[in-house]
């Protein structure tokens, strides 16, 4: 009788096992539909002027358009560049949140007008569901007091996205293009990711819309129409020449992102 009830419990307990085994495969396979990865730097405004004269950067790694937020741990690098300077902003980066995780913010005043960019290199981040590491480049740039020069100069690192259209002051509706880059050679027929940072909640008409896709010519050049206003990433991915140690003691693969965030505005003309 009691070796009868204590196989029933166990089978019991065995039972319970199973379901919390099956209900976790559920979660991790519902929650999968692993849309892409973008490091995020995002400024307040795109533009600094009199009136507004300092910008607020938030640091962050998301997938911006299902507006899902993942821990970004203190990066690699963080700085601005512009102006034949560079300065290291790491010392002024507060933590924040941004969709619910971790991530950082500062202020910054541009001292002279110029274009400033803001540059993040995370740190490796594991992503378990593809066995991989994933580090991004990521930069968006700030224009003050009305200067245009040298947008279009690559600030040489291990990887970006050198812009070919002015990257801001451009409408919703226009074509963003630009050349990859990794090692400063451009990357010929590389994937390059592009999401909207979905800020007004848009519901996206298939999943195939959510991350859309756009390849490299044979010079490394890519070009996207952006069609709704607000913030648009893009993410060229490369494999890295080097491999990272896994929490399991094997070698794992790093995808390399070169990210960069463009503001798209309202066009006016159209109404949207
Ligand atoms: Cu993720």
């Given at each position: 009788m009691n070796a009868f009830r204590a196989l029933s419990q166990k089978e019991t307990c065995n039972h319970q096992l199973i379901a919390v085994i099956a209900g976790c495969l559920l979660?991790?396979?519902?929650?999968?539909?692993?849309q892409a990865h973008f490091g995020m730097v995002i400024p307040s405004s795109s533009q600094v002027n009199q009136k507004q004269p300092e910008v607020e950067v938030t640091f962050a790694f998301a997938h911006?358009?299902?507006?899902k937020g993942m821990d970004l741990d203190w990066p690699q690098t963080v700085f601005v560049a512009g102006n034949n300077t560079k300065q290291d902003l790491k010392?002024?980066?507060?933590?924040t949140f941004f969709l619910d995780h971790k991530a950082w913010k500062l202020s910054y005043k541009p001292?002279?007008?110029?274009?400033?960019w803001f540059v993040m290199e995370q740190a490796p981040y594991w992503e378990q569901a593809e066995d991989i590491f994933i580090v991004h480049y990521s930069k968006t740039i700030i224009s003050a007091y009305g200067d245009d020069q040298g947008w279009d100069s690559p600030l040489g690192l291990k990887t970006e996205?050198?812009?070919?259209?002015?990257?801001?002051?451009?409408y919703a509706g226009n074509i963003f293009s630009g050349q990859v880059l990794v090692d400063n050679t451009p990357m010929a027929g590389i994937d390059v990711e592009v999401e909207l940072y979905n800020q007004e909640k848009?519901?996206?008409p298939t999943d195939a819309h959510i991350t859309q896709v756009v390849k490299t010519d044979e010079n490394g050049n890519f070009s996207f129409a952006c069609p709704l206003p607000g913030w648009w990433g893009f993410s060229a991915l490369t494999d890295a020449e080097y491999s990272l140690k896994g929490k399991d003691g094997e070698e794992k693969k790093v995808e390399l992102g070169a990210v960069i965030w463009v503001y798209f505005d309202p066009n006016p003309f159209l109404g949207n």
């Open positions: 979660a991790i396979l519902t929650s999968l539909p692993a911006p358009f299902e507006n010392g002024i980066m507060l933590e001292t002279k007008p110029g274009l400033y996205i050198v812009p070919l259209v002015r990257p801001y002051g451009n848009w519901i996206a």
